[in-house]
C-alpha cells in the first residue's frame, strides 16, 4: 500500500497543518520509504518468539504498595486551626 499526495494532504487537513507542493511530496517519498521497510521486518522470521513491549527487561524501582501506620497523626493535627475526630475540618467549597 503506497502512500499517495492526496493521502498526505488528508492526514495533514485532519491536523490542521498545511504544506507547499513540494513538501507534499517530500512528505510522501519519507512516508513510502517508511513503509518499505516495515515489508522488510515483515520478512522476518518470528516462529516462537515471544512478543515483548520492551526492548530491555524493565523493573519497577519503587517499594510494594503497602498501607502502613503512620504514627505522627496528632502532632499533625495540634497544629491545624480546627479539627474533629483526628481529621482537619475546613470550609465547605461546594454547595
Known amino acids: 500500500m503506497a502512500v499517495t499526495v492526496d493521502d498526505v494532504r488528508s492526514v495533514a487537513a485532519l ?54 501506620h503512620f504514627r505522627g497523626t496528632e502532632a499533625i493535627l495540634a497544629e491545624a486551626p480546627d479539627r474533629d475526630e483526628g481529621y482537619f475540618r475546613v470550609p465547605k467549597v461546594i454547595d
Open 15 to 68: 491536523a490542521r497543518l498545511s504544506f507547499e507542493a513540494a513538501e507534499e511530496q517530500e512528505l510522501t517519498g519519507d512516508l513510502n520509504r517508511i513503509l518499505e521497510y516495515m515489508e522488510k521486518l515483515s520478512e522476518l522470521d518470528t516462529e516462537g518468539i515471544e512478543p515483548t513491549s520492551h526492548v530491555v527487561p524493565i523493573a519497577s524501582v519503587f517499594r510494594a504498595d503497602r498501607v502502613e
